[in-house]
T-cell receptor, first 113, second 113 residues
Framework: SQKIEQNSEALNIQEGKTATLTCNYT??????LQWYRQDPGRGPVFLLL?????KEKRKERLKVTFDTTLKQSLFHITASQPADSATYLC????????????FGGGTRLMVKP | NAGVTQTPKFQVLKTGQSMTLQCAQD?????MSWYRQDPGMGLRLIHY???????DQGEVPNGYNVSRSTTEDFPLRLLSAAPSQTSVYFC????????????FGPGTRLTVT
């Protein structure tokens, strides 16, 4: 089965800096990958989807890269703000049609003013 | 649109009791799923449905039942609650397939004593 690794330790950065979160996976190569944000006590909220033929995708201050050779996705938040503090989850598509996403454990980001 | 709604928000059960977690969506989404989230772990898929009348098991289905009689509703039944089922439960829906973003409900925090 697919194994997804995200840093379990919290990432602490200073406001204004760029936050970089990592999502590594093993076994099969997914056709696409999604990133979600989760605030305490709430459900995850979709941020970005990147396909295997897309090396990079941007949305406002967010950037996601997808390296199928390294089996890794990087999630960047530029000019980070305290409001960006949350847990960020990556999710991979299933190995066969009709199944559902597999989520990583998430990385907690803390942006300090 | 209300999106994905879940009830109750909190629940305490005694070991052996049964209950149903309710999930409804008003976006006419075909795909619906149930996840559980435990501290330090990612979202784990319990059951999912790709349309009314069709359900399938996810990664951790034991002790749970589902049915999908309508497009809108996807209840999760705990047959005989156990302390190991203490968790936060999230319901999610998507338009069609996992290439589309998942919309999550606010979650149900369940404690089994």
């Amino acid at each position: 089965s697919q194994k997804i690794e995200q840093n379990s330790e919290a990432l602490n950065i200073q406001e204004g800096k760029t936050a970089t979160l990592t999502c590594n996976y093993t076994n099969y190569s997914p056709a696409y990958l999604q990133w979600y944000r989760q605030d305490p006590g709430r459900g995850p909220v979709f941020l970005l989807l990147i396909r295997e033929n897309e090396k990079e995708k941007r949305k406002e201050r967010l950037k996601v890269t997808f390296d199928t050779t390294l089996k890794q996705s990087l999630f960047h938040i530029t000019a980070s703000q305290p409001a960006d503090s949350a847990t960020y989850l990556c999710a991979l598509d299933p190995p066969r049609a009709g199944n559902m996403l597999t989520f990583g454990g998430g990385t907690r980001l803390m942006v300090k003013p | 649109n209300a999106g994905v709604t879940q009830t109750p928000k909190f629940q305490v059960l005694k070991t052996g009791q049964s209950m149903t977690l309710q999930c409804a969506q008003d976006m006419n989404h075909e795909y619906m799923s149930w996840y559980r989230q435990d501290p330090g772990m990612g979202l784990r898929l319990i059951h999912y449905s790709v349309g009314a009348g069709i359900t399938d098991q996810g990664e951790v289905p034991n002790g749970y039942n589902v049915s999908r009689s309508t497009t809108e509703d996807f209840p999760l039944r705990l047959l005989s609650a156990a302390p190991s089922q203490t968790s936060v439960y999230f319901c999610a829906s998507s338009y069609s397939g996992t290439t589309y973003e998942q919309y999550f409900g606010p979650g149900t925090r369940l404690t089994v004593t």
